[in-house]
């Protein structure tokens, strides 16, 4: 989630907005809209991700997103020299926190390459 302020009034799916309110936006709902991403609970690596909103996008979109890019495509590589398999072992613990999804533990088991 985050917050947006409406510098005008705007009317947003039909709902009237005024000008300087605040408007909390669940990014995370929608890389799951099923009229734009169909099956959002498969691990699909052949889905086209363009228009995913993971970064954000228009004018805030993240800056930081080229180096977060690179360390997740270091460590998977990585991962994926290291390991032949990397299975889930036992049950994740999830991190309660209204902005971000995430583990405080996510269990795995790896078999070396
Ligand atoms: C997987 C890692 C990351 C994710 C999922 C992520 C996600 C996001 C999202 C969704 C936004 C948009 C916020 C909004 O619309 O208000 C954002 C903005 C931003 N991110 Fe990231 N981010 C990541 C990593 C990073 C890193 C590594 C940096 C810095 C080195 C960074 C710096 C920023 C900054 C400065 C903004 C604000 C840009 C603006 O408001 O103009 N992020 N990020």
């Not at 917050?3 to 000008?19: A, H, K, M, Q, Y």
């Not at 690179?70 to 390991?83: D, K, V």
């Not at 209204?98 to 078999?111: A, I, Q």
Request: charged share 25%.
């Amino acid at each position: 989630t985050f917050f947006r302020t409406t510098t005008r009034d705007v009317e947003l799916g039909g709902t009237p907005i005024p000008e300087g309110a605040k408007v909390l936006m669940l990014l995370g709902a929608a890389n799951r809209d099923p009229r734009k991403w169909p099956h959002a609970d498969r691990y699909d690596i052949d889905r086209s991700t363009a228009g995913h909103v993971g970064f954000g996008g228009g004018v805030h979109m993240c800056v930081g997103q080229l180096l977060a890019r690179l360390e997740g495509e270091a460590l998977l590589s990585a991962f994926a020299r290291a390991f032949s398999t990397i299975e889930p072992d036992g049950e994740p613990d999830p991190l309660f926190n209204n902005t971000l999804r995430g583990w405080v533990r996510l269990p795995v088991r790896v078999r070396a390459a």
